[in-house]
Structures are given as C-alpha cells and as structure tokens.
C-alpha cells in the first residue's frame, strides 16, 4: 500500500509564501504522475498544479507566476512553492499520484488526507 502524507499548511496573511510538501511511503516501484488540487469550502476540488516522472510541469491559470511545483525523486516528494498568496488561495490542498508498485501491473492513484491553507486580507 501506498500512503501520501502532506504538511506545510498554515495561516498567512495576503502576500505571504507557504511551501507545501507531500512524501510518498509504501511499496513504490515508479511514481508517473504527482499533482496538487484544491477545494474551497461550497467549490469543486480543482487542479493547481502537476509534475510528470520526466519534469514537465502544468498549473492552472490562477496560480502561474505565483506557485511553483516540484519533485526530488530520491524522496518520492513533491513540494508545492506558493508565493504572492491571496485571500482565494484559502483551501485545503491535496497531494494526488499515479504510482505503480510493481513494473509488471497498472498504476493506481493514490489520495493524501489534506493540508488547510488559509490566506487572510
């Protein structure tokens, strides 16, 4: 089994940084794909930002210039960089990965249980 634990979460006023980290632990053989989603209360979860296995990298509109995504392999961690933060950043932000256990079978996706980020005016 796999477990994604994240942490990094906070309260910050508007402009503040936050670095939010999320460890991958298990039995892993290779993580494809590992994302960073968001959900406000009353609002569908949304994705912020993802890392593939080779570096490339997407975020969602709102947060390009601001967020940064990144990944140490050796660690089986992805970190999110989040800079210029705004009241509407204010979520509980979830780690999210495609990881395969053994080279022979299928990846499954895997959920972490979440980290509050609270930005206030």
């Known amino acids: 089994q796999v477990q994604l634990v994240e942490s990094g979460g906070g309260s910050v006023q508007a402009g503040g940084s936050l670095r939010l980290s999320c460890a991958a632990s298990?039995?892993?053989?290779?993580?494809?794909?590992m994302n960073w989603y968001r959900q406000a209360p009353g609002k569908q979860r949304e994705l912020v930002a993802g890392?593939?296995?080779?570096?490339?990298?997407n975020y969602a509109d709102s947060v390009k210039g601001r967020f940064t995504i990144s990944r140490d392999h050796a660690k089986n961690t992805v970190y999110l960089q989040t800079n210029s933060l705004k009241p509407e950043d204010t979520a509980v932000y979830y780690c999210?990965?495609?990881?395969?256990?053994?080279?022979?079978?299928?990846?499954?996706?895997?959920w972490g249980q979440g980290t509050q980020v609270t930005v206030s005016s």
């Open positions: 999210y990965a495609v990881v395969a256990v053994r080279p022979s079978t299928p990846p499954n996706v895997y």
């Open positions: 298990g039995s892993i053989f290779s993580i494809n794909l």
């Open positions: 890392i593939n296995i080779d570096g490339s990298t």
